[in-house]
């Protein structure tokens, strides 16, 4: 191979996780880094990195087709997301005043409000408006410094309602730069035509939506919300593995109010991932461990919810050795933020977690929550060439400075898709 697409030179330091597996316990604070680096990528992938001097001697005669120069800049993997309701109708800024008076989050879902608020909202909108709001978050996320993310369903409630967000799913994993992972989760409340008759939702879901959205490909994954008043342990082990016989990988909201035994459930079924976990019990979180479980853990939910109590992200990574991983939860109720750097700020600040862990656990471990480690997630030879350059120089930088966006630019598959914090639509065009 005598051309090369791309050389990132520039780069006053390159921070990575290392390796094509989650990394965890300790090892999560373990990365490399690099200073005055460069990274070749042809192809849309990673062909070489190392000190700019030295990769500049090995690439000699060698004609590169483009140069990006992060001016000193700090860079790291493009950032994962791997939990968000990005599709959904409408928004419910009319239940904040009802939050903030303290009426807790489960009470105004059992009012009819909450999920099935929005439920009510996504069922009448059009898949066009749908597209059009999610692609507005999806626009946000990208500017934050992401490159991959998850999406789930379950405002629809009913099948049809559900294969229309997973088709917007689908149409943005066509259209958009950022990569994304579908979830089917028809199971996220009971809908109100079911109410008093959960058993029965459950039967419907398993006989009447998952065997379309298998047959219509629209889902990887299949998550319930294994929780107090809405699914208990048992329902949610009969969904999980009807999707499984179904070729969906289990997730599971798990033991985000109540210690239901969430965890627990994960660690039997082999999930991929167990999200929340702010009442997992040491049996719970035991179990995840015993059979690789990730938890993802979502601080930006808590803080939002104006909870005192958070995920035990320190018990998770010093007693349990879990790899850990963060997301937004990007949805209308209990997080509508797209902010991925306000929770890496909060992992800091009610999780105790260290800038090395955060990072470790918004790459590499959030790519294996969704199945991706051994493509991205990293930085290294042979990974797909998802880059965000930082306006910082360092990772501690990024809790510190908050509130603010420190992303500068972001190369998804080794095209430039932000400089100058702003979208670029063809090599060097800004939009
Ligand atoms: O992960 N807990 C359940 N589901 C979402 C919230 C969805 C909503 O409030 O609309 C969550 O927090
Ligand atoms: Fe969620």
Request: net charge negative; with cysteine.
């Amino acid at each position: 191979m005598s051309q090369l697409d791309l050389l990132v030179k520039g780069i006053g330091r390159l921070v990575t996780p290392i390796g094509q597996q989650a990394r965890r316990g300790r090892d999560m604070s373990e990365v490399c880094e690099i200073t005055n680096a460069a990274i070749a990528v042809h192809e849309g992938y990673i062909v070489a990195i190392g000190k700019e001097a030295e990769l500049q001697q090995e690439l000699e005669g060698r004609s590169i087709h483009r140069t990006l120069d992060a001016a000193g800049n700090m860079v790291t993997p493009g950032l994962i997301d791997p939990h968000t309701h990005l599709v959904h109708g409408g928004s419910r800024e009319h239940e904040l005043a009802l939050k903030r008076s303290g009426v807790p989050y489960l009470d105004i879902l059992a009012q009819g409000g909450g999920i099935l608020s929005t439920v009510r909202s996504t069922r009448e909108a059009s898949e066009e408006q749908l597209y059009h709001q999610a692609k507005r978050s999806l626009d946000e996320m990208l500017l934050q410094g992401l490159t991959t993310i998850e999406a789930k369903s379950g405002y629809g409630l009913e099948l049809e309602a559900e294969l229309k967000q997973l088709r917007v799913v689908q149409r943005l994993q066509e259209s958009h730069p950022i990569d994304l992972v579908s979830t089917f989760m028809g199971a996220h409340a009971v809908p109100i035509e079911y109410a008093g008759r959960t058993d029965e939702f459950v039967n419907h879901i398993i006989e009447k939506m998952l065997p379309v959205i298998a047959a219509e490909r629209l889902a990887e994954f299949c998550d319930v919300f294994c929780e107090h008043g809405v699914f208990s342990v048992e329902q949610s082990r009969r969904i999980l593995e009807a999707g499984k016989r179904y070729g969906l990988k289990p997730k599971i909201h798990a033991d985000e109010i109540v210690a239901l035994g969430g965890a627990e459930l994960a660690g039997e079924i082999h999930a991929i991932s167990a999200e929340h976990l702010l009442a997992a019990t040491d049996q719970g979180l035991s179990a995840m461990s015993a059979s690789g479980v990730v938890p993802v853990v979502l601080p930006g939910t808590s803080f939002n919810l104006g909870l005192t109590k958070h995920a035990r992200a320190r018990d998770m990574i010093d007693k349990f050795a879990l790899p850990v991983a963060l997301s937004t939860d990007y949805n209308p109720g209990s997080c509508p933020t797209e902010s991925i750097q306000l929770i890496m700020m909060l992992a800091s600040l009610n999780l105790k977690m260290s800038p090395e862990e955060i990072l470790t656990a918004c790459t590499l471990n959030a790519a294996a929550a969704i199945g991706r480690e051994s493509s991205i997630g990293s930085i290294e030879i042979g990974k797909q060439a998802d880059l965000t350059v930082w306006n910082a120089t360092n990772l501690s930088y990024l809790p510190y400075h908050f509130g603010i966006n420190h992303t500068f630019g972001v190369v998804k598959r080794g095209q430039t898709v932000v400089w100058n914090r702003q979208r670029v639509s063809r090599e060097g065009d800004v939009e």
